[in-house]
């Protein structure tokens, strides 16, 4: 499958100074679920258009 890459979470820093423990807790545990996806997983997850894939070179 490759490299894979997940951006999970994002703000603005003027809007919030950082994550707190329970948003980091279930950040964790959702970057461990995207990055245990098969490929079978991953295509079907995006062509559910529950993921969007960003491609870079």
Known sequence: MGEC????F???KNK????DQKEERAIKL???????????????ALD???LVEIPYE
């Open 5 to 8: 890459a997940f951006f999970i």
């Open 10 to 12: 994002g703000f603005s």
């Open 16 to 19: 919030q100074a950082n994550i």
């Open 30 to 44: 959702l970057a461990r679920e995207f990055l245990g996806y098969t490929e079978h997983a991953l295509k079907k």
């Open 48 to 50: 559910a258009g529950e």
